[in-house]
């Protein structure tokens, strides 16, 4: 946990520079995306790892978020431990949803 805390943390630096670089009164928050299984046989490992992120992602906002200022929003899609639909979400979290990262897929077989 403290792990993904910290990579979660790392990733969330680095992306926050583009972002204040920007200027600007009104900084979108930025959007990291997670991968997994949320139903189907293999959803425990989807649901798991995603209750981890949304913890760290709960934690590193109440902290202030990046800069002390900007939350991070988590937006899971569920790839149902599916190859083709685990593309569709990844393209759906790149091209609509405009993710800065993402998180999974949890199998290797997604990804």
């Known amino acids: ?3 993904s805390l910290f990579v979660l943390l790392a ?16 900084a979108a928050s930025p959007k ?3 991968i997994g299984p949320m139903t189907g ?9 995603n209750n981890s992120a949304m913890l760290a992602v709960a934690e590193f906002n109440a902290k202030g978020g990046i800069g002390g200022k900007l939350p991070v ?7 149902e431990g599916n190859v083709e639909k685990g ?6 979290l ?3 949803d405009k993710i800065v990262g993402l998180i999974g897929p949890v199998f290797t077989g997604v990804s």
């Not at 046989?41 to 790892?49: E, K, P, Q």
Request: proline letters at 2%; a negative charge; aromatic letters at 10%.
């Open 87 to 92: 593309l569709s979400s990844i393209e759906k």
């Open 41 to 49: 046989d293999y959803a425990n490992y989807g649901v798991l790892s």
């Open 94 to 96: 790149s091209s609509s």
């Open 32 to 34: 990291i995306g997670f």
């Open 11 to 26: 990733i969330l630096a680095v992306l926050s520079f583009p972002v204040f670089a920007q200027g600007g009164s009104e």
């Open 73 to 79: 929003v988590l937006v899971t899609e569920d790839s």
């Open 1 to 3: 946990m403290k792990k």
